[in-house]
Each structure stands twice: as C-alpha cells, then as structure tokens.
RNA sequence: GCGGCUGUAGUCUAAUGGCAGGACUUGAGCUUCCCAAGCUCACAACGCGGGUUCGAUUCCCGCCAGCCGCACCA
C-alpha cells in the first residue's frame, strides 16, 4: 500500500473512532498539535503505564517523578539549551529564502560557529561577503529562531521562562534532592512521563513531529567503574539484537548480533543489557513484529556532542514511509550533571564506598505519542471475509482502550435482561461495552476496529445453563465457560496469565 | 519559512454562478438464534474571512489546515 494511503487509512480509523485529532479542527486545525479522544486517551493511559511498570522494574532503586513544565531560564542555560537549541535564521530580501546563518558560515569557513552570539552573526556574514546561496540576493538582518517556547513569568514578566523542550532536565535538576532521599544509592533511575514542547519550524506527518508531545524517559545514574558488574548480563547475552550499525542503517534492514558480539565489538556491557530490554519491551510487551524494529546507530557526526553513545529504537511504518524513530538510547556520561554544577555551582558528586564521582547517566527516551501511532501502524489490518472485508486492530490485551464488551445476541427473549448483570458486575474490574443494537456480526466488527480483545455473548443456551460465549478478536474462536468464571478468566487473559487457546 | 497541489456530512465521494446528491457510518424502529445481512425512517457538509455579482460552495484575494518538493529537525 502507498504511503498516504495508508496514513489516510490510520487518520480515518483515528478520527471515526475517537483515537486521535487535530487539535481545534473546529477552527481548521493547528499544526503541530493533535488531541487524543476517548479511545485513544485510554490507550495511550495504559502504554504509558505499561512502560512505567515495564522500566521502573529494571532496577531496585529505580522511581516515577514528577516535575514542571516550565523551567527558569537558568537552568536551560545550565542544559546548554537556551544556546544551542537556537538557530539564527537570515531570510534573503530578494528571494525570501530562509538559511541557518551558523550553516552558511561554516560552509564559507570551514569553520564552527556553534553557539554563536546573533550581534555577531550580521558582522561576520559581511565579512566574508556572504550571499544567498539561490539567488544571490542580500539577506535582511539576522534573527533569532528559538525552538524553545519562551514565556514570561510573573506580574511584571521579569522571569524568562520556557516550556521545557525535553523531560530530561527536570530528573538531572532533582538529582541530589531524589539521591539523598533515597539514601545514596546508585544506580539510581529516575523517570518522567510529561509533556515537552519544541516550536518545530515544520511540523509534518501527524505525530510523528508535534510542537506538544509527551515523553517517556528514564535516565539511570551511575557509577562507570562498577555498574557493568552489578549487570545481569548472563540473562541477556544470547540473545539477539536487531541492530543496524551507522555505516549500514540506510539499507534499511537490520542484523541480528547477540549481545556477546554487541560487546565484544566495543559497546559498553550496561549499554547492551539496556539495549536487551528496550528491544524486549518493543518485541514482547508492544508485540512489534520483529521485521518492523531495529536499533538504528547514530555515527559521528549524527549525534549530539554529549552523546557517547547513541542508537535510536526505530519501527517500521507504512504510514509514514519505512524505518521511523521512535526514541532513542543515549549514553550521556556525567555532562548533565556536570553543566548544572558548573552553572548552579551547587557540587553534584557523591561519595560512595570512598570514591567521590559526578555519576554517568544512560538515557532511555521513548516518545509516546510515536509509539502510539506506532501502534496503530503496525496492528491495524483490513481482514478479508466471506462476505467482504473487515478492519482488525490487533492490539496487545494490555494497551487495548477498551478491554471486554458484553453482547446479547438479541435484544429480545429475556436476553438482554440476562446480559445487564453480567455487564455490572466486569464493568467494577474492567473497562466494558454493553450494546444489544444490530446484527451480533455488526457489534462484533464494531469492536474488533477498536481493538477490543473479547466479546462476551449473551444467547439463548445462557438463560438454560448459565454458560457464555467468549470471542477471541484475532482469531474469532470463542469457548463456553459460566458466566459466574468471567471475572477471573477475563483477568487472566488480559494481563496475559493465561492463554485463550488453553481455555476449557 | 519558500514553491507547487488540495480543502463538500463522522468517513469516502458527486455535481453546480440559482433548492448541494449518493454510499458507508451513526441513531430510532422492524427483522434476525453468532461474525458489518435485509427493510423503513431520521440526523448530518461546501475550512475561515473579504471581494466581484441581483445571486458565490463554484470566480478572485488573504488566512488556516493538509499533502508533495526544498529548507529545518542541538
């Protein structure tokens, strides 16, 4: 299927069934923002608890913190953020393109100019006689474009302010407070489910790149002389990784090393274990098939300075064209720490066992609302039929927005009476559907487009024996058990104790 | 941000300078003993603003949004 037919095709089932919106399209949209309707707000609730259990669980130590969304000035300058995660634009007055200044220096220089002042930038593009690189036009006087959101705090709106551009700095600035209220230890995790915002100059392709998005990330405070001994790395070491190294990811496949190999080709031994579980979370908890993952290393010049180490989760989208990020692992050593305590000049070392260090931090960075569409990518799949054609959305039983529907075959016979307590009482333990309305054909279709992994059925043989019928979405195979057995059974089946094939 | 294309019910689409039509969905009812069956009825749309015109969904301009290409994405 083409691209955008595919992405037409997830926009429609988004829209028609209360996953995900632009936001105000009743004012004709707003790019860069999308809201999240009933399903999918419940949806991406349970993705974000799945990976929260899923990840805290790496590690003894390892907590949930919450943390604002608007940061001082000071510590985005401590982050190198308010400099460097500004380009200085210079628009030309002919043609009215549009160029990073730092970009037409370097390539005039062959120089850098990271981090430049913008006084100096209009000087210098003089100096060397800098024209428009289409049309040799003049540029107007430069300004500066802040990916940041600025913001103006107070009264008087004398405290510069931003919405903060990642999850990130809100761990690295409560570091010390979380490693003394935890008792010194190390490693020590400290994750972030929240919003981030970046002004993005062109936000394109649905969710892939918002101006609001929500991040997952945890960053994992260590020691570098000792973590890789406190490893687990006998659970892990055959294994194998579905990577693509720098030189080979644009072929678009990947190869699979076991984590041995990852190690003795010179990746750090903690690197690859977490690289194991993140690949562990996509493949097990998410259920991504394995041809549509890999770990996309990032060479030299690819990666942020401060990233040691840097490969990107990736998964295969025919919605928006082939291999897409959707997070990234990033060994940062001790730069965070490092740059807010040289700019709070607050010390952020520890003492353990004698030896005093600034501790390294393995990020693990996940974007919520690309494994969301992710998600929505990889599961939803048009079903041929008897009778024509149907759309599944295989979602794993965890994330799936709704969890059970209750069904009466009919809505006459004393059926529905029957169906309504059975209704009562899952909907206490589970989100439930009840709908007696059409054809049981219908309301099963209805439900498998939502991903809604059982149906519960109502019929006549129920008013006699008391047994129901439990449909399995994916297969459409259904078993008998009572009705008094639902609760337990729906249970298990959904956190996955128990497998529907192995049912009585 | 630049250039090109596009914008009609929830979704997909038709036509038109003079009452905007259909299909699917949805809702109500009938029917129906397990996978979007059938019948009846109903709800529901010209992205926003301005201009030309007796009259604009249609033509023109601006904005917004989407797509493609470029640029951008520490």
């Known amino acids: 299927m083409k691209r955008m037919d595919r992405y037409d095709e997830l926009m429609s089932l988004s829209v028609r069934k209360g996953f995900i919106w632009p936001t105000a399209d009743l004012y004709g949209g707003f790019a860069g923002f999308y809201d999240y309707g009933h399903n999918g707000a419940l949806m991406k609730r349970r993705l974000e608890d799945l990976w929260i259990d899923y990840f805290l669980h790496l590690g003894e130590d390892y907590y949930l913190i919450d943390t ?4 001082p000035e000071a510590s985005l300058k401590a982050s190198g953020h308010v400099e460097h995660f500004t380009d200085i634009l210079v628009t030309c007055t002919k043609c009215g393109e549009n160029c990073r200044a730092d970009h037409l220096l370097e390539e005039a220089t062959k120089k850098s100019y990271e981090g430049i002042p913008p006084q100096e930038i209009d000087k210098l593009l003089a100096e060397h006689k800098i024209r428009c690189p289409k049309c040799k036009g003049a540029f107007a006087p430069s300004k500066p474009f802040h990916m940041m ?4 705090v107070g009264p008087m709106g004398k405290d510069p302010a931003y919405l903060r551009p990642e999850t990130a700095q809100g761990v690295y600035i409560n570091f010390k407070r979380e490693f003394e209220a935890l008792r010194r230890h190390l490693p020590l995790g400290l994750a972030i489910v929240g919003r981030a915002f970046r002004n993005e100059i062109s936000p394109r392709q649905g969710t892939y790149r918002m101006r609001e998005f929500i991040q997952a990330e945890l960053q994992i405070f260590f020691n570098p002389k000792t973590f890789d001994s406190s490893i687990a790395f006998d659970d ?11 030189d080979k990811k644009d072929q678009g496949g990947a190869d699979r090393a076991t984590c041995s190999e990852l190690v003795k080709s010179g990746l750090p031994l903690f690197y690859v274990y977490h690289l194991a579980k ?15 993952f890999r770990f996309a290393e990032l060479g030299e010049g690819e990666r942020a300075f401060y990233n040691r180490i840097h490969f990107d989760m990736e998964v295969k989208q025919d919605s928006l064209g082939g291999f897409k990020e959707i997070g990234g692992v990033h060994y940062r050593g001790d730069h965070d720490l490092t740059g807010h305590q040289n700019t709070s000049k607050v010390s952020q070392t520890v003492t353990i066992d004698g030896e ?22 990889a599961k939803y799949e048009k079903v041929k039929t008897e009778k024509g054609e149907r759309y599944v959305l295989h979602l794993p039983p965890k ?16 059926l529905p009476e029957k169906a309504m307590p059975i209704y009562e009482q899952l909907a206490k333990e589970f989100k439930c559907f009840y709908d007696e309305g059409g054809s049981i054909g219908r309301r099963y279709a209805r439900m498998d487009e939502i991903g809604t992994p059982y149906c519960v059925t109502i019929d006549h043989q129920t008013l ?15 078993k008998r058990p009572a009705s008094s057995e639902l609760g ?10 128990a497998k529907f094939e192995s049912l009585p």
């Open 68 to 71: 604002t969304s608007i940061l």
């Open 149 to 152: 959101f600025p913001l103006m």
């Open 236 to 246: 892990v070491q055959s294994s194998e990784l579905l990577v693509a190294r720098a």
């Open 278 to 292: 993140v690949q562990d979370f996509f493949l097990k908890e998410l259920a991504v098939p394995a041809d549509r």
């Open 356 to 377: 005093t260090f600034i501790p390294h931090v393995l990020e693990l960075s996940f974007g919520i609302d690309r494994m969301f569409w992710a998600l929505l990518d």
């Open 399 to 414: 994330i799936a927005p709704t969890q059970v529907a209750v069904l009466p075959l009919l809505g006459k016979d004393g």
């Open 464 to 478: 006699q024996d008391g047994t129901v019928t439990i449909r399995e979405r994916d297969t459409a195979a259904q």
């Open 488 to 497: 337990p059974i729906i249970g298990k089946l959904l956190s996955g104790q």
